[in-house]
């Protein structure tokens, strides 16, 4: 079986880690000249759950997601340095909202598997190491890699070919046509990018620009000993750097350092942090696209015929699937992703529920707006 996989980011080379576990060897494709050029090039990368005080599909597969990254960062640090970290996060409830949610998601048995719990201010702080105002949720098994080497470990087993733009697959009788190989398989996962394939253009994916700082430890801040999460976020140092952000900004696709966005960073990370004896001192920043959904949750499956659906048929094209929409949370959901469309690829079962494999399905789509069509109008 040959597979072709569109995107060197975190969901295509998570792609080609699950694909060459299973003893096959993919193709990667990107237009860029390395792996992990958009934003899985971060420097450093933090990976949480995103959280639910709410079991269901969605916080279910987060929750399991989180689980399957951290066990296999675990075992891929033993002998590769992607700059692993498991020093935990605190997720503060700076307001009576937060306080329920957070206080409701320790109680709900998602995360008992990853030692969540909620504790006061004065306990986050013990933890922290630092003085902080707010409660919180405690994830000890949180923690930070270096997304870029990650992907390069990923890809380890697969051929590259990068400086590849403008890749179209073609659908052929044979397979899927690429500059004249032909592929048994090919596996979207390039972002935002997925709406420039005719086959996925009807997907609401769209891009979200994410921008970050490294600063400088002042004297207190370089006791911080876990990720402190906000809105935005603080980890401790590393490589002499504090990593904080980020911005979320839809529809914005520059990549170019915004100033006031460094600006409102170091103000919001001020603003939540008190008793700080100096300024933070910005060393760098970093921007980088994401990719997000409508709903707010990841897209990964076998890509459904959309001129069939309106014909009434469900059915799929054959040999297409997608990963993308992992949002901020891509170090944990790509990979859970992979396994699902590995195991839709090879006819075993991926290790998360079927009720999870449905809730990512693109199809989801599809099945809303037949359900929107065909509900009575109201009078």
Same mark, same amino acid.
């Given at each position: 079986?040959?597979?072709?996989?569109?995107?060197?980011?975190?969901?295509?080379?998570?792609?080609?880690?699950?694909?060459?576990?299973?003893?096959?060897?993919?193709?990667?494709?990107?237009?860029?000249?390395?792996?992990?050029?958009?934003?899985?090039?971060?420097?450093? @990368?933090?990976?949480?759950?995103?959280?639910?005080?709410?079991? +269901?599909?969605?916080? !279910?597969?987060?929750?399991?997601?989180?689980?399957?990254?951290? =066990?296999?960062?675990?075992?891929?640090?033993?002998? /590769?340095?992607?700059?692993?970290?498991?020093?935990?996060?605190? /997720?503060?409830?700076?307001?009576?909202?937060?306080?329920?949610?957070?206080?409701?998601?320790?109680?709900? @048995?998602?995360?008992?598997?990853?030692?969540?719990?909620?504790?006061?201010?004065?306990?986050?702080?013990?933890?922290? @190491?630092?003085?902080?105002? #707010?409660?919180?949720? $405690?994830?000890?098994?949180?923690?930070?890699?270096?997304?870029?080497? !990650?992907?390069?470990?990923?890809?380890?087993?697969?051929?590259?070919?990068? +400086?590849?733009?403008?890749?179209?697959?073609?659908?052929?009788? =044979?397979? $899927?046509?690429?500059?004249?190989?032909?592929?048994?398989?090919?596996?979207?996962?390039?972002?935002?990018?997925?709406?420039?394939?005719?086959?996925?253009? $009807?997907?609401?994916?769209?891009?979200?620009?994410?921008?970050?700082?490294?600063?400088?430890?002042?004297?207190?801040?370089?006791?911080?000993?876990?990720?402190?999460?906000?809105?935005?976020?603080?980890?401790?140092?590393?490589?002499?750097?504090?990593?904080?952000?980020?911005?979320? =900004?839809?529809?914005?696709?520059?990549?170019?350092?915004?100033?006031?966005?460094?600006?409102?960073?170091?103000?919001?990370?001020?603003?939540?942090?008190?008793?700080?004896?100096?300024?933070?001192?910005?060393?760098?920043? =970093?921007? @980088?696209?994401?990719?997000?959904? #409508?709903?707010?949750?990841?897209?990964?499956?076998?890509?459904?015929?959309?001129?069939? $659906?309106?014909?009434?048929?469900?059915?799929?094209?054959?040999? *297409?699937?997608?990963?993308?929409? /992992?949002?901020? #949370?891509?170090?944990?959901?790509?990979?859970?992703?992979? /396994?699902?469309?590995?195991?839709?690829?090879?006819?075993?079962?991926?290790? *998360?529920?079927?009720?999870?494999?449905?809730?990512?399905?693109?199809?989801?789509?599809?099945?809303?707006?037949?359900?929107?069509?065909?509900?009575?109008?109201?009078?």
């Amino acid at each position: 079986m040959t597979i072709a996989i569109i995107g060197g980011g975190l969901a295509g080379t998570a792609c080609a880690f699950v694909l060459g576990q299973a003893g096959l060897r993919p193709v990667i494709f990107d237009a860029s000249d390395r792996l992990a050029s958009g934003a899985s090039g971060n420097p450093f @990368g933090i990976f949480n759950p995103r959280l639910s005080a709410e079991a +269901n599909p969605e916080s !279910l597969f987060y929750a399991q997601a989180f689980t399957l990254a951290g =066990q296999t960062f675990e075992t891929l640090s033993k002998t /590769h340095d992607i700059g692993l970290s498991r020093h935990g996060s605190l /997720h503060l409830a700076t307001d009576a909202g937060l306080e329920k949610r957070y206080a409701k998601a320790a109680d709900s @048995g998602l995360y008992d598997a990853s030692g969540g719990q909620y504790l006061r201010a004065r306990e986050g702080a013990d933890r922290a @190491g630092i003085a902080l105002d #707010h409660d919180a949720l $405690w994830l000890p098994d949180s923690g930070a890699v270096k997304p870029a080497e !990650l992907c390069r470990v990923y890809a380890a087993k697969a051929e590259l070919r990068l +400086n590849r733009a403008d890749i179209l697959p073609r659908r052929t009788p =044979q397979g $899927w046509e690429i500059d004249g190989e032909v592929f048994d398989i090919v596996i979207l996962a390039c972002g935002a990018g997925v709406v420039w394939f005719p086959e996925t253009a $009807w997907l609401p994916v769209y891009p979200v620009r994410g921008q970050l700082v490294r600063v400088a430890p002042t004297a207190r801040s370089e006791s911080l000993r876990c990720t402190v999460c906000y809105g935005g976020y603080l980890a401790p140092g590393m490589e002499g750097l504090h990593v904080a952000g980020s911005t979320f =900004q839809r529809h914005r696709t520059d990549t170019g350092i915004d100033p006031e966005d460094n600006r409102l960073i170091l103000q919001r990370l001020t603003q939540t942090l008190p008793d700080q004896d100096a300024p933070f001192e910005m060393a760098d920043a =970093q921007a @980088g696209i994401r990719a997000a959904t #409508h709903d707010y949750f990841p897209i990964a499956g076998a890509v459904p015929d959309y001129a069939a $659906w309106e014909m009434g048929k469900e059915s799929v094209i054959p040999g *297409l699937y997608v990963s993308t929409g /992992h949002g901020s #949370h891509g170090l944990v959901s790509t990979l859970a992703a992979a /396994h699902v469309i590995a195991g839709m690829i090879s006819g075993t079962s991926p290790p *998360l529920p079927q009720s999870t494999a449905r809730a990512l399905d693109p199809a989801r789509f599809l099945r809303r707006a037949q359900k929107r069509t065909c509900s009575p109008s109201r009078t």
